[in-house]
């Protein structure tokens, strides 16, 4: 059965840091990995959609790897802005996700 | 419409009533997918539709919940007999067929809360 872990489970940082967020997930035999934002009360933002043949996928200021033998997904975020600041889900597989419990992270002014 | 929208987007019932929680996809997408999502969790997979019969319905918790998509388009997600533990955010997605990436794109959730 399929596990996805996301670590940290909270992150607090100044406006304008680099900053990685990970993702981890039991099976490699996935067919896609992709990132979404949740804003509190809302609905998932899709960011960023990895397929199993790639290895990265960039959008503006993120960038998200995808290293399938070790079981691990990276989304950077390069200077990060009070905009930001929402919680961050990876999840695996297609059609049928496989979500972890997020990362909530807070961007100070 | 532009994205996917869900109704109503609250909705609190007493225990043991039945709930009807309704999915409007973007306009051509072939694929519907519900989840739910309790607080601090992230979401769970419930059923996803291609076109109008269900593809997968392994993750339907029990009998009492049962979905709908008669004409391939409007979804709906019957609960009977609430119970507390029912209680979550119920998201729906949509993507434009089965054969594509597989990203989904979710609208903004029916909150249900059952006292």
């Known amino acids: 059965k399929q596990e996805v872990t996301q670590i940290p489970a909270a992150l607090s940082v100044p406006e304008g840091e680099n900053l990685v967020l990970n993702c981890s997930f039991t099976?490699?035999?996935?067919?896609?990995l992709q990132w979404f934002r949740q804003d509190p009360g809302k609905g998932l933002t899709s960011l960023l959609l990895?397929?199993?043949?790639?290895r990265e996928q960039t959008s503006g200021r993120l960038n998200a790897s995808l290293d399938k033998s070790s079981g691990r997904s990276t989304l950077y975020i390069a200077a990060s802005q009070p905009g930001d600041s929402a919680t961050y889900l990876c999840?695996?597989?297609?059609?049928?996700?496989?979500f972890g419990t997020g990362t909530r992270l807070l961007v100070s002014p | 419409g532009a994205g996917v929208s869900q109704t109503p987007s609250n909705k609190v019932t007493e225990k043991g009533k039945y709930v009807e929680l309704r999915c409007d996809p973007i306009?051509?997408?072939?694929?519907l997918y519900w989840y739910r999502q309790s607080l601090g969790q992230g979401p769970e997979f419930l059923i996803y539709?291609?076109?109008?019969?269900?593809?997968?319905d392994s993750g339907l918790p029990n009998d009492r919940f049962f979905a709908v998509r008669p004409e391939g388009s409007v979804s709906t997600l019957k609960i009977q007999r609430t119970e507390r533990g029912d209680s979550a955010v119920y998201l729906c997605?949509?993507?434009?067929?089965?054969?594509?990436?597989?990203?989904?794109?979710f609208g903004e959730g029916s909150r249900l809360t059952v006292l």
């Open positions: 997605a949509s993507s434009p067929d089965s054969g594509n990436t597989g990203e989904l794109f």
């Open positions: 099976d490699s035999a996935i067919y896609n």
């Open positions: 990895i397929q199993s043949s790639q």
């Open positions: 999840a695996v597989g297609f059609q049928k996700l496989v």
């Open positions: 306009s051509g997408h072939t694929a």
């Open positions: 539709f291609q076109g109008t019969g269900a593809a997968d």
